[in-house]
């Protein structure tokens, strides 16, 4: 049977980690849809259309969509499930805010954040802030699962495949978006940086975390991320948080400055192919995974580092 | 308005758990357990909305072995006027818990739950939702901010998502999962925690709440991811330069 992905997007832009989902897809095997749900969004689907692997794509368009809430887009995926033998979407914000609702309505289990493939029920995720790994069969009849970006390479370009309207569902009405108040930014995306610049409590203010971190991550072409202490002090937005409870990301180079190395943190960065760390206790946590450590003083180390790659 | 609060027993975020050697699971022996930092979270915002007169009571409720009524004495410590313990030996799944927690908001009728946005063992983040589209509710998940309006008819959620942060409304009943920084948790007094061993805590079972538990997820096995092995100091940053370029080639 085939396989339903559902598209992450903001009805302008395809988001990379559906290209992911879109590969783990393509590893379980059989058709696969891509369904594209929003409002005024066709450029996105014509996106989908021409990823690799896909057999067609399903798009709905409707205004009640538009802010992708979880009550409407899940009750829209439910009505499309049947002949579906697996539900995929990413692993994000958005992905965890819909898609239990469809799991619970399908009655089934979710299968979060897969890291591997083993079979068509048989699937991989990390638990326990990534100290373990769970090989999890599933009973039921459709599976739903969400997919670790990290895990999966993005699915590259092939020719169009047709692109076919769907009827939208009822608007619910259970919930409406009041504002959004989205971080402006330059820089590459995180969980799809190449290369990402990291600071901790040892900023010190949000001032530092900008003026020490940002010709860094500029003569690097970085993304900026920071671990948890950083974010609730207010040094960076919530956003940028990298690990257990906020991004998982995995560069080919991680640059932790000033951060400790907690489990929590390390869950969302210890799979990066490279990791530097600048921190100026020898003993700090970070060090056990970094592949080249550099103890000293970030108000130091830092610029020095930036004035040598510039 | 009533709320309900569930609240999960998982082992010590501290804790750095060992997998089992025959990879069947986590060794949990003699390992410290606490309640799940967001159900912590979770707990704190009821407790202010009933001290700040939004509120009239705060139930909290765990599924799981016996021994998860420690947990609900410490909700009752911090500040929950009474407990329910859904006591059961099966592996509970999200979908179960769910189910279990939808039976016990059709005896309760609470305005509002609050469950975590994750259990960090097995970090599904998963139950809020599921038990919101069980109840057929509105559901804002990730909260980092509550406003309940004036006739406690709708709420305002601020909500971390990936680019920033997200303002919605929903109509009340609902269910509101946590993110850490919704507020700071307070800790239990020595007074508190002795008022709370008298507080009212009654215990259920799935069966006479009329739900199959079985779960739908079969774990074949549990192992350690592969280790990173620590790598090198470097003396400076010439030295760190001349490695990612020459030897790491990320640079
Ligand atoms: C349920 C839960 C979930 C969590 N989720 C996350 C998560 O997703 N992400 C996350 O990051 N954390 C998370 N945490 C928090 C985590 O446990 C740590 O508290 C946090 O990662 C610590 O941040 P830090 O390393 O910046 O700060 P600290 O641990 O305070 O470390 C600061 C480091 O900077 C070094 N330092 C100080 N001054 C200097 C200087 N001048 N130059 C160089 N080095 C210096 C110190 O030696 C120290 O190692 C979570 C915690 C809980 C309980
Ligand atoms: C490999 C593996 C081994 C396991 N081993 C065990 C085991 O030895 N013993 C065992 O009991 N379970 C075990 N489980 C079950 C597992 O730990 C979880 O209880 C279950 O999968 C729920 O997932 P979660 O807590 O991550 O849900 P999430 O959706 O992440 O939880 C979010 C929120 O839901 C609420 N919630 C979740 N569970 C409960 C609950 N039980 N009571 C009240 N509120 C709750 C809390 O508010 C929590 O913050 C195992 C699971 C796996 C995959």
């Keep these: 049977m085939p396989i339903l992905v559902i598209a992450e997007h903001d009805n302008a832009v395809l988001k990379p980690a559906t290209r992911n989902a879109i590969s783990a897809a393509t590893q379980i095997g059989g058709d696969i849809d891509v369904l594209v749900a929003g409002s005024a969004c066709a450029a996105v689907a014509e996106a989908a259309a021409r990823i690799a ?15 992708h809430g979880a009550e409407n887009l899940a009750a829209l995926v439910v009505a499309n499930a049947p002949g579906y033998s697996h539900v995929l979407a990413p692993a994000t914000a958005a992905g965890k805010n819909f898609l239990p609702r469809v799991a619970a309505l399908l009655d089934v289990a979710q299968i979060s954040d897969i890291v591997a493939v083993v079979s068509t029920d048989t699937f991989v995720r990390p638990i326990y802030a990534g100290n373990a790994l769970a090989t999890v069969q599933s009973v039921d009849p459709v599976k739903v699962i969400s997919v670790r970006g990290t895990a999966f390479e993005a699915a590259g370009e092939a020719s169009p495949v047709s692109v076919e309207a769907l009827a939208a569902g009822p608007d619910l009405g259970l919930s409406r978006l009041v504002g959004r108040e989205l971080t402006q930014s330059a820089r590459p995306e995180l969980t799809a940086a190449r290369v990402i610049v990291s600071g901790g409590r040892a900023l010190g203010s949000s001032d530092n975390f900008h003026s020490v971190l940002e010709p860094l991550a500029d003569a690097l072409g970085a993304a900026v991320g920071a671990s948890r202490a950083a974010v609730d002090a207010g040094y960076a937005p919530n956003d940028y948080q990298v690990g257990q409870t906020g991004k998982i990301v995995a560069p080919d180079l991680y640059v932790a400055v000033g951060i400790s190395g907690a489990i929590q943190h390390l ?17 700090a946590p970070i060090f056990q995974v970094a592949d080249y450590g550099l103890v ?15 | 308005m009533k709320i309900l609060v569930p609240v999960k027993r998982v082992v010590d975020y501290n804790v750095k758990v060992r997998v089992k050697s025959d990879g069947s699971g ?45 947990t609900l004495r410490t909700a009752l410590a911090l500040g929950a006027d009474r407990a329910i313990l859904i006591e059961t030996d099966v592996e509970l799944q999200p979908l179960a818990v769910a189910k ?33 589209a069980l109840l057929g509710w509105p559901q ?11 006739d406690k008819t709708a709420a305002a959620v601020t909500r971390e998502i990936d680019g920033g942060l997200e303002t919605i409304e929903i109509a ?42 079985a779960p739908r997820l079969k774990t074949l096995k549990v192992a350690e991811p592969a280790r990173r092995s620590g790598g090198v100091k470097v003396a400076d940053v010439a030295e760190l330069v001349e490695k990612l370029k020459n030897e790491a080639k990320v640079i």
């Design chain 2, 26 to 70: 986590i060794d949990l022996a003699n390992v410290k357990m606490s309640m799940n930092p967001f159900d912590e979270v979770a707990i704190e915002e009821a407790v202010r909305l009933k001290e700040a007169g939004i509120a009239t009571e705060v139930v909290a409720v765990s599924a799981g072995l016996a021994n998860s009524q420690e």
């Design chain 2, 172 to 213: 009340l009943p609902a269910v509101m999962t946590t993110d850490l920084r919704l507020n700071e948790p307070r800790y239990a007094t020595l007074p508190n925690i002795m008022k709370a061993k008298k507080k009212p805590l009654e215990t259920t079972t799935p069966a006479a709440l009329g739900v199959d538990v």
């Design chain 1, 267 to 283: 869950a969302g960065m210890k799979d990066s192919k490279v990791i530097v760390a600048i921190n100026k206790d020898p003993e």
């Design chain 1, 53 to 67: 692997g896909v057999t067609r794509v399903r798009l709905v368009d409707a205004a009640h969509y538009a802010d």
């Design chain 2, 100 to 132: 279990l927690l939808k039976a016990v908001c059709e005896k309760e009728s609470p305005q509002l739950v609050i469950p975590g946005k994750q259990a960090i063992d097995d970090d599904s983040n998963q139950t809020g939702q599921m038990l919101a």
């Design chain 2, 140 to 150: 804002a998940t990730f909260a980092s901010k509550l406003v309940v309006n004036a």
């Design chain 1, 296 to 310: 000293g003083d970030l108000f130091d180390v830092a610029p020095a580092l930036a004035a040598a790659l510039r």
